[in-house]
T-cell receptor
Framework: AQSVAQPEDQVNVAEGNPLTVKCTYS??????LFWYVQYPNRGLQFLLK??????LVKGSYGFEAEFNKSQTSFHLKKPSALVSDSALYFC??????????FGTGTRLQVFP | GAVVSQHPSWVICKSGTSVKIECRSL??????MFWYRQFPKQSLMLMAT?????????EQGVEKDKFLINHASLTLSTLTVTSAHPEDSSFYIC?????????????FGPGTRLTVL
């Protein structure tokens, strides 16, 4: 069965420091990987996706993620965190279907 | 970019009544829409996949007679929670797939918070 794991419930980082939100996946076949962000009482906003090609994917708001096939990971990164980046982040995967399988989410807290 | 709206944004209803939630793709035609449910501090759970002009495909464990889905046009899907009970209280989020936006790129609505008293 396909699954996504976000091992950290919460990540705390000081403003200006780099941030990493971890995601690993388990699928049969080639994965399509996504990151979404959710602000309180809002829907999900698309950040970036990996379909094929360059393993380093750049997305919205300065975020990027690196696809690592050997480690089955797709960690989200940003060189310099902002307080406004504080939100709930979801990693998702799909394989050959329209369905997205979501991780449990990681709450990012950026402190001033 | 592609925009998906939901209406209402929040609704409070009495137990036993039915509630309809609308999901609209505003600037693109969506042949496929998805309905998710999100419990507090939890991830999104896919409830069903809605295809325009055909019956929805429900995920295992989701009662199709309780959660009625209608995808009558390329820009509108509705979810009706029938005979709602307090345990149906949740945050319901829809998404729509934009066929022109690359593989499986889904755009999400802002969500509807349902509270059943």
């Amino acid at each position: 069965a396909q699954s996504v794991a976000q091992p950290e419930d919460q990540v705390n980082v000081a403003e200006g420091n780099p941030l990493t939100v971890k995601c690993t996946y388990s699928v049969s076949g080639n994965p399509y990987l996504f990151w979404y962000v959710q602000y309180p009482n809002r829907g999900l906003q698309f950040l970036l996706k990996y379909i094929t090609g360059d393993n380093l994917v750049k997305g919205s708001y300065g975020f990027e993620a690196e696809f690592n096939k050997s480690q089955t990971s797709f960690h989200l990164k940003k060189p310099s965190a902002l307080v406004s980046d504080s939100a709930l982040y979801f990693c998702a995967v799909s394989v050959n279907t329209d369905k997205l399988i979501f991780g449990t989410g990681t709450r990012l807290q950026v402190f001033p | 970019g592609a925009v998906v709206s939901q209406h209402p944004s929040w609704v409070i209803c009495k137990s036993g009544t039915s509630v309809k939630i609308e999901c609209r793709s505003l600037d693109f035609q969506a042949t496929t829409m998805f309905w998710y449910r999100q419990f507090p501090k939890q991830s999104l759970m896919l409830m069903a996949t809605s295809n325009e002009g055909s019956k929805a495909t429900y995920e295992q464990g989701v009662e199709k007679d309780k959660f009625l889905i209608n995808h009558a046009s390329l820009t509108l899907s509705t979810l009706t929670v029938t005979s709602a009970h307090p345990e149906d209280s949740s945050f319901y989020i829809c998404s729509a797939r934009d066929p022109s936006g690359g593989y499986n790129e889904q755009f999400f609505g802002p969500g509807t918070r349902l509270t059943v008293l």
